[in-house]
C-alpha cells in the first residue's frame, strides 16, 4: 500500500501479537517520523487489572513497535474533567489506539459524548491522523453493535445495539463490525461470528434492513487508505462483507475500493457476483484480486465432479493462492461441529486435486510449483508425505 496521510484500520483480534506488526509499522509510515499515540483504554477500565493491562499495552508498543503511546483514562460515568482530558488528548494525538476488553461497556462509555466526533477529526481531510481499533472496540465501529458478553456469557436475547457510526462516517458504509468473525474456540460449539454462532446471526441478521456485516477474522486487519479510497486485508484471515445471509470473502492481500462496497452488498443481495472477473492464469496485466467470488457459494463447488473440482482450484492457483486457501478454510473451520465431517470430506477433495495437480508438477520438473503447491497444503495444516512413486497427505 502506498504511503499515505490518513488511515482506517480495523483488526479482528491478535492487536498485541507480532502478527499484527507489519499493520502498525504501515499505519504508522503514514504519520510524522515520531507521531504521538494515544491509548483509548475504556473497553477494559471496568477491570481491576485496568493499570496492568495499559503498562503491558504500552510495553507491547514500545519493544514490538518502536513508538510510545500514552494513555487517556476513561472509564464509564467520569466527571466532566476526566471527559474533557481525554477528548483533549485524542484531538491532539497522530493516531489513535482501542482494543481489548467490553464492546457495550466501551460504548456506553462514548456514546453521547464528544469522543466519537474527537475520533471522526483525526482522520479528517486536511491533517495526518490514524485509528487503529481492534476486537471488542472495533465492535463499536458500526452503525449497529453486538453485545456478546450479554448474548454469549449472560444469556440475553440476541439483538443489535446502537453502535458509534463511525464506520459510517468515515466510509459511508451501514455495517455492524463483527471481529472474531472466524473465532472457533468452542470445539463442540459454534463460537464464530464473535461467540454468537451462526443460529443467532441469522436471528438478528434480518434486523440490519439494508445494511450489511463487515467480519473481520481474528490476527487479521482491514486497513483502508482514506486519501486514495482503497483498502486492504493483511494479515492470516479474511475481511468477509455479509448480506441477507450471503458472503463475500477477502482473503489476505486482497484490495478492493471503498466505493465497491456497495455493489458488493447489493450483488449479495440479488445473489450476483459481486465485483469484476478474477484474472485468468498468466494474466499479468489484471490489478490484485477483489473477492472471492469465485469461491463465495461452496455448494457450487461441493456439486462439481473431481475434474472440474481440480480445474476450478487450479485455474486460480498461480494468480489467486490466497482465494484458494480462503476456499479451503471456509470449508473447514467455519463449518459447524455438525458439519466438521462433511466439510473436511469436501476439502480434502480440494486437497486432493492440488496434490494430483503437484505430482503433475514434479513429472514436468516444475519444482518450483511443486515447491510452492506444499507449501501452500502445509500453511492449511495438511501434511504431503511423498515416497517411491507415490505421494500420499493427511490432515495435521
Not at 178 to 190: A, I, K, S
Not at 299 to 321: F, G, K, N, R
Request: overall charge negative; proline content about 7%; charged content about 20%.
Amino acid at each position: 500500500m502506498p504511503r499515505v496521510g490518513r488511515v482506517l484500520a480495523i483488526m479482528g483480534s491478535g492487536e498485541t501479537t507480532p502478527g499484527m506488526l507489519g499493520v502498525y509499522r504501515r499505519v504508522l509510515s503514514a504519520l510524522p517520523r515520531v507521531p504521538a499515540g494515544l491509548l483509548l483504554d475504556s473497553p477494559f477500565a471496568f477491570q481491576e487489572n485496568a493499570d496492568e493491562l495499559v503498562e503491558r499495552i504500552s510495553s507491547y508498543f514500545v519493544q514490538s513497535v518502536g513508538t510510545a503511546i500514552s494513555a487517556a483514562r476513561l472509564p464509564a460515568g467520569a466527571d466532566d474533567l476526566a471527559l474533557a482530558r481525554a477528548v483533549s488528548a485524542i484531538g491532539a494525538a497522530d493516531w489513535v489506539f482501542a482494543g481489548p476488553g467490553s464492546p457495550s461497556y466501551a460504548r456506553r462509555t462514548w456514546a453521547g459524548t464528544p469522543v466519537p466526533g474527537a475520533l471522526c477529526a483525526v482522520v479528517e481531510p486536511g491533517r495526518d491522523g490514524a485509528l487503529v481499533f481492534a476486537s471488542a472496540a472495533a465492535v463499536t465501529l458500526g452503525t449497529w453493535a453486538l453485545p456478546v458478553y450479554e448474548i454469549y456469557k449472560v444469556g440475553e436475547e440476541p439483538r443489535w445495539e446502537p453502535g458509534l457510526g463511525l464506520v459510517e462516517a468515515i466510509l459511508g458504509w451501514r455495517c455492524a463490525v463483527v471481529p472474531h468473525y472466524d473465532n472457533r474456540e468452542g470445539g463442540t460449539h459454534d463460537t464464530r461470528f464473535c461467540w454468537v454462532g451462526a443460529r443467532r446471526l441469522a436471528q438478528i441478521e434480518p434486523a440490519l434492513g439494508d445494511g450489511f456485516i463487515l467480519g473481520v477474522d481474528e490476527h487479521t486487519a482491514l486497513v483502508v487508505d482514506l486519501d486514495t479510497g482503497t483498502a486492504e486485508v493483511s494479515g492470516r484471515g479474511a475481511v468477509t462483507v455479509r448480506a441477507a445471509g450471503r458472503e463475500h470473502v477477502m482473503p489476505a492481500g486482497s484490495r478492493l475500493a471503498i466505493d465497491e462496497v456497495p455493489g458488493i452488498v447489493e450483488g449479495l443481495r440479488r445473489r450476483e457476483p459481486s465485483g469484476p472477473p478474477r484474472p485468468g492464469p498468466g494474466d499479468a496485466s489484471a490489478g490484485p484480486a477483489v473477492g472471492v467470488s469465485w469461491a463465495a457459494d461452496l455448494q457450487d463447488v461441493a456439486e462439481q465432479d473431481s475434474e472440474s473440482l481440480a480445474a476450478t482450484v487450479m485455474a486460480h492457483l498461480p494468480d489467486d493462492e490466497p482465494a484458494v486457501r480462503a476456499a479451503l478454510v471456509t470449508l473447514v473451520d467455519r463449518a459447524g461441529a455438525a458439519e466438521q465431517a462433511a466439510a473436511r470430506q469436501l476439502a480434502g477433495q480440494l486437497v486432493d486435486a492440488l496434490v494430483a495437480e503437484r505430482a503433475r508438477m514434479r513429472s514436468a520438473g516444475d519444482w518450483a510449483g511443486s515447491d510452492r503447491v506444499r507449501g501452500q497444503l502445509g500453511e492449511l495444516g495438511v501434511e504431503v508425505r511423498d515416497g517411491r512413486g507415490t505421494t500420499t497427505w493427511e490432515w495435521r
